[in-house]
């Protein structure tokens, strides 16, 4: 302890979720740079395949991201001007984004107060004959409540796009998220629980996940594996203005690797979350997360919620207090309709989704990662604590 006048003063910052990359990792890598191939090739087309099969699913398709596997799910159903997709306001920006990427218009429906999850009731309100799409978000790992949205899909001929950015490895009902909408896009960005640096996973059983194939490199009926490999062809066919989203070999050396080390990292992210949940639910000052007992949670993000009424600082200075005692946190997320260019295309206010903007006032993610040691985690309750004791109201 190097600061004797707080003794909760970590010596050295924690980062808020550094990648967990181990010799693995670093020889899967090795491996294909010294292969002959490093783009979309074989390497991808086996992470595909062990992605598919650990989620218990027919088609992966492997990515540079996310939003990229949201985009193409859009764009391979068709959805363009005219068309209306709801989603939630509490969620990263390029969920929806990539509505207005295919030149849909954006529905936006309040959230569950409990699991920060759409409102399934809501969703319902907000159809009209425009909508299209539902688009969920499994938000820090807690799947969305789907069975009233899969309803409302079938009885309205909707289809669901689900963010799982956050929901490797989540289950709804026993149910493996990934194996459930008609799409799914996971992210590999590198502080989601499984990284490849950067990428995304598109899985599915719709008959347009062709389509979405074909949309993700250029419109191309054969990809370059396909074409320069032994077995090969040089001949292809552009049948869509497609785009360039393919994940490398590089990438998904990485991703393979850390694939079958998923089960172990997620127990570790499991302990520190009990441990979290052991002090932090005693104080009450604070609000754990809630998990839903018929969902397995993924843990991305171990977000706490401050009863500001018990404190006489806010999130902002709440932050400045971690920062100050070296540990990192951040902020899950600053609402969708509060951005400038959506707030000023469609005139939303913060009250016109009351309870995305009154949580979103009080919401902190915490470290919450693999590489955390006992003492790191001890170093982020002791430092919350001391913060909630001092600036107690
Ligand atoms: C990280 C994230 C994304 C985007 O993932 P990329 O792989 O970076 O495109 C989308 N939605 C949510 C909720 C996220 O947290």
Redesign the pocket.
Known sequence: MSNSSSPQHRESFLPFSPPNITDKEIEEVIDTLQSSWITTGPKTREFERVFADYIGTSEALALN????G?HIALAALGIGPGDEVITTPM??C??VNVIEHVGAKPVLVDIDPETLTIDPALVEQAITPRTCVILP?H?AGHPAELDPLIDLAARHSLYLIE?A??ALPAAYRGRRIGSIGHFT?F???A??NLTTA???MLTGSHPAFDMARVLSLHGMSRDAWNRYSAEGSWYYEVIAPGFKYNMTDIQAALGVAQLSRLGKMQARRLEIVEKYHAEFSKIDALQVPVVQPHVEHAW?LYVLRLNLDALLINRAQFIEELTARNIGSSV??IPVHLHPYYRDKYGWKPDNFPVTYHEYQRVVSLPLNSVMTDEDVTDVIEAVKDIVITHRR
């Open positions: 991201s996310c939003t990229a949201l969620t990263f390029s969920s978000v938000y963010d950015a956050h896009a992210s590999f960005y502080t989601k950067e990428g995304g991305h899950h997320f």
